[in-house]
């Protein structure tokens, strides 16, 4: 049973910073590309980031690019997103998910047709 656990969420003041953690169990880890994706209340879903099996290619929406960092440690099976400079428009729940292949080039199109298992998701709140 694959089982993705995030952690990290909380409510920053703009400005701040964030760091999640999704934890990945019962799937090879290191064998798939990973994401997150959020999504705010009354929107879609979407894209954020995305990350290679071997962490090696990372890829970003426009709207947080040069604040975000995705990265990912496959000897402890977890990837992360640091989010730093945030702002009140970052304000979502942030879920991780597993992808279906070793690329992550891609998945902010594919979305759901690519993602495997999604986490739980864990909310983040950034206030003005």
């Known amino acids: 049973q694959v089982q993705l656990v995030e952690s990290g969420g909380g409510l920053v003041q703009a400005g701040g910073s964030l760091r999640l953690s999704c934890a990945v169990s019962g799937r090879t880890f290191s064998s798939y590309a990973m994401g997150w994706f959020r999504q705010a209340p009354g929107k879609e879903r979407e894209f954020v980031a995305a990350?290679?099996?071997?962490?090696?290619?990372?890829y970003y929406v426009d709207s947080v690019k040069g604040r975000f960092t995705i990265s990912r440690d496959n000897a402890k099976s977890t990837v992360y997103l640091q989010m730093n400079s945030l702002k009140p428009e970052d304000t979502a729940v942030y879920y991780c998910?597993?992808?279906?292949?070793?690329?992550?080039?891609?998945?902010?199109?594919?979305?759901?047709?690519?993602?495997?298992?999604w986490g739980q998701g864990t909310q983040v709140t950034v206030s003005s």
């Open positions: 998910a597993a992808g279906r292949r070793r690329s992550a080039q891609g998945m902010d199109v594919l979305m759901y047709k690519d993602v495997a298992y």
């Open positions: 990350i290679s099996w071997s962490g090696g290619s990372t």
